[in-house]
Structures are given as C-alpha cells and as structure tokens.
C-alpha cells in the first residue's frame, strides 16, 4: 500500500517491536537484521565502547586492554601498533624484506610469506606513501604513520578511518558472528564474516578481508578455532610479538602453513559457510 503523509498513523509514536529498547534493532523486511545481533551489553564492562580508542584495543573481557604494550606505544594508534612487528629497524618503513621475514618468524612457509610480501607491500605502500608525495617508493615500502591511509573497504570496521580501535565493532563482531556463542570463530564463521561485510564493487577490499582473515585464522587456529582474546591481540599486534618470543624459545607448537594447507582449510569450510 503506497505511503502518504495524510494517514492516521504518521504522527503517532512507533510501536516497540524489539523488547525493552526505546528503538528498534531489526525491521521486518531486512532478516539479516534480526540474525546479526549487537552487543547490547557492552557498555556493562567498557565505557563508552561506541567512542573509539586511540592507542588501546579493549574488549569485554580485557577492558584494560594489553595495558603495558599499549603504554610502551601510547604514541601509535592502534593500526599503527598492528603493523609494528614488521617494522624490523623502527625506521617508520616496512620493507619487502622486513614483510617476507616477519611472516618468517611467525612460522609461515617460504612461498606463502614471499605472496605475503607481494601483496602487502605491492598494495599498501603507494596510499601509504600518498601522506608525504606523489612519487611511488621505489622499494614499496610501507609507511607506518600513514597506514590509516591504506585501509580498504569490506572491512570489520573495527578500525576507524584514522586507525583508532572502536571497541563496539569488535564486540559485534562476535555477536554477529559467533553463531554457537563459544568465545571463538570457527573457519565457516569466519568466512560468513568476512562475506557478510563485502560492499558493492570492491573486488579489492574482499580479495584483502579474505586474505588478512584467512592468515590470521591459518597463524592462530586451535582446534579450528579462533579465540576472541587471540583475535584482539591481532588488532593491537601484541600477539605477533608473543609468537615471535615463543618460537625463538621454542615453546610455539604451530608449524607454517603452505598454500595446500590453505586450500584445504578453505575447501573444508566452504562446505560450511553461508553466503549472503
């Protein structure tokens, strides 16, 4: 029935349909408003979770975020402390070799950490070196302080446009997401994830969402499942360095991961996963 300004109940309140809220969370003719949930209770263990954090990834369960990694670098947003493990010299640069060597040091294979390095260093250092001129890096470094400007789009939203943490995201993404409610994303969950953010024409953004989550789930993966805590220690970059410390002690279990192992994983979890 088409719309008009003249009916009875234009002026009137909206009827509540979505329980105590004074507004609704889900509309009828959208489902995957009603099966993508928000964390409502957030604000019980964050301050203002929707308020982004400059230089602290907190969490539910770690409100405090990674306290003392993060005061070591309250200079850096959040981003930036993300892609510091990869600055191997702290000159502000992240070269190829500091790319293939860090993936190295994480456990991953020869081939899979020389793709790695292409892909990232072949994207991201020419909208990271946009911050100081037009002229692309002859080396395709990354910039650190500029890494905001290499943030793509189909992403979790977890970072800001500026690189800071928004606390809220990251609980949605577990309420969104995390179907059994268990504190983990499984491989399918994953997948499900990252093809429920892809936006209209970005073959870019997705080919990028699914590649930094599928290494992420390939480095981090206990039992075919990711950990909330684990998961935001990736956003911060804390845990880089604690696998890093761990292998040289050689206490880290995990091996790398080839290509094959990716693709096995990947073909066992499209069996899974539901694609809207």
Known sequence: MPFST???GFSSP?????????????????PETSERRLALDADTFIEQPGIARANVAVSTQRPEGSFQYSYMHRNHTVLQQHVLFWDRDADGKISLLDTYTGFRELGFGIVFSLLSMLIINLSFSYPTRLAY???PDPWCRIYVNAIHKAKHGSDSGVYDKEGRFVPQAFEDLFSKWDLDDDGALSAAEFLNMVAGHRVAADPFGWFAAYFEFGSTWLLLQERGQVSKEDLRRVYDGLIFWEIRDARQRGRYSKKGFGLEKL??????????????
């Open 263 to 276: 693709r096995q994983l990947l073909e066992e979890a499209a069996r899974q996963v539901k694609i809207d």
């Open 6 to 8: 003249q009916d009875s």
């Open 133 to 135: 001129t037009w002229v």
């Open 14 to 30: 909206a009827t509540r349909v979505n329980g105590t809220n004074d507004f609704d969370l889900s509309a009828a003719q959208c």
